[in-house]
């Protein structure tokens, strides 16, 4: 049998990924049974993908997670939600062994659509032989999310979903969305996060060392202005005012650097 060790109460500020989290999320149910249903998790205690109506229950959960507001999501299991497929209060029976993720994607692609939610399968043995638990799980909604529409009809005797409709899940049940949640998923999906700029540091030309001290800036003004008198003054008459403007900057009496120089 599979060995539990129930956690109390369970850490759910922690993403249900890898072994250990898994084994402490399945000890909750457990101990508690459908008790421990909330909007970050559903329960089911068998699930028969061969059969259309089954296969439904798995399609609603993933859009009702998807379509849950970022910062409800946020509060537990980092954002991510999770339907538990083989265990009860008291047992953990699971489900037939093998399931694969296509399996499942056979049924129920037609309900997400091809950019549907994304979702992850994973799972542990279950405490009769050539059995296990199913773990799905939904990614954390988040800002620019589009709202996820139902794709496809379907009309059973205990499940139903109607193509264009919006499920969001709420606690311990996946339902059609309110018109203010539907309000908050439009105002979602245009919260686009800002990609973060790229920036390229890079050197162009000679390298100086740079000393600041008042005699190594009026070297440098003076330099600065040397080149430019060089490069740009032609007549004594240009060159008077270009000196004077380097002996101003210099502290010098402007009036005695032409005749000195």
């Known amino acids: 049998p599979l060995r539990l060790e129930r956690i109390r109460p369970l850490d759910t500020s922690r993403p249900p990924l890898g ?24 329960i089911k205690r068998q699930l028969d993908f061969s059969s259309k109506e089954e296969s439904t229950k798995v399609a609603k959960f993933i859009l009702g997670a998807a379509n849950r ?10 954002g991510y939600a999770v339907m538990v497929i083989g265990a009860e209060q008291g047992a953990v029976p699971g489900v037939p062994a093998g399931t694969e993720v296509l ?48 794709r496809a009809e379907f009309q059973g005797s205990k499940a139903s979903m109607a193509n264009g409709d919006i499920y969001v899940r709420a606690q311990g049940q ?48 003076e330099k600065q202005l040397e080149e430019a008198r060089a490069k740009y003054v032609g007549t004594p008459v240009e060159a008077s005012l270009y000196s004077g403007l380097s002996a101003t900057l210099l502290g010098l009496n402007p009036s005695r650097v032409w005749t000195e120089g």
């Open 174 to 221: 996946t339902r059609k969305a309110t018109a203010t949640e539907i309000d908050e998923l439009v105002s979602r999906a245009g919260r686009k996060t800002a990609a973060l700029p790229e920036l390229t540091v890079g050197l162009e030309g000679g390298a100086h060392t740079l000393d600041p001290t008042p005699a190594w800036l009026a070297r440098f003004i």
């Open 103 to 150: 399996d499942i994607e056979q049924k129920i692609n037609k309900y997400l659509g091809p950019d549907g939610p994304a979702w992850e399968l994973e799972r542990l043995p279950a405490d009769v032989a050539g059995q296990e638990v199913l773990f799905i799980l939904v990614d954390p909604p988040k800002d620019g999310d589009p709202t996820y529409l139902c």
């Open 19 to 42: 072994e250990r989290q898994r084994k402490a999320l399945l000890a909750e149910i457990v101990a508690g049974g459908d008790t421990a249903e909330k909007h970050y998790l559903e």
């Open 69 to 78: 507001s970022v910062a409800t999501a946020d509060r537990h299991f980092g």
